[in-house]
């Protein structure tokens, strides 16, 4: 079945250093791939989505690019800032079902 | 102002007892999503609605039934509840059926403690 695979978290950095996330994915399928974001006390939003292969995503700041050939689809952000600090998943949309990694926490110090 | 409106926010039940899960969406979206999130599965898809009828169901236990009374509305009771369904369940909206297409848009969510 279809699932992936995220960095363990937490991850604390200092602000303006540089952040990479790793998310690897398994499908049979031609999925379509997304960060998603999560703030404390609120519900995951839309960091952004990659339709196609090969192709790079990217919002605020942060990309990743779809790589079909190593199946992975990492998260990079070259600055972080504190407004940074929340969870990030990793997701597969698969038809009617949106799988989710594990989710990294984290946390972007002054 | 929310376009997801989840209720209750926070909830404690009994071992044993019946709750159910309240979903609006004010957004126009033609397909709904219960997800839930707990320590040990985050961000577990449950079920989908498009049009009002199931289009996916990965949630094992019948104890959970998604109910539509309204294009824009997809509860989700819980029967013969167990401290293992102590999670927050959020509900989520989509344009169109597909996850896999478009954005989905989740509510703020609903956090169930079961005693």
């Known amino acids: 079945g279809d699932s992936v695979t995220q960095t363990e978290g937490p991850v604390t950095l200092s602000e303006g250093t540089s952040l990479t996330v790793n998310c690897s994915y398994e499908t049979k399928q031609y999925p379509t791939l997304f960060w998603y974001v999560q703030y404390p006390g609120e519900g995951p939003q839309l960091l952004f989505k990659?339709?196609?292969?090969?192709e790079k995503g990217s919002n605020r700041g942060f990309e990743a690019t779809y790589n079909k050939e190593a199946t992975s689809f990492h998260l990079q952000k070259a600055s972080v800032q504190e407004s940074d600090s929340a969870v990030y998943y990793c997701a597969l949309g698969d038809y009617n079902v949106l799988y989710f990694g594990s989710g990294t926490k984290l946390t972007v110090e002054p | 102002d929310p376009k997801i409106i989840q209720k209750p926010k926070y909830l404690v039940a009994v071992t044993g007892s019946e709750k159910i899960l309240i979903c609006e969406q004010y957004?126009?979206?033609?397909?709904m999503y219960w997800y839930r999130q707990s320590a040990k599965k985050p961000l577990e898809f449950m079920f989908s609605y498009s049009y009002q009828k199931l289009m996916d169901n990965q949630t094992a236990s019948s104890r959970f039934q998604p109910q539509s009374s309204k294009k824009n509305h997809l509860d989700l009771q819980i029967t013969a509840l167990k401290p293992d369904d102590s999670a927050t369940y959020f509900c989520?909206?989509?344009?169109?059926?597909?996850?896999?297409?478009?954005?989905?848009?989740f509510g703020e969510g609903s956090k169930l403690t079961v005693l």
């Open positions: 957004l126009g979206h033609n397909a």
């Open positions: 990659v339709p196609k292969a090969n």
């Open positions: 989520a909206s989509s344009q169109e059926p597909g996850a896999n297409t478009g954005q989905l848009y």
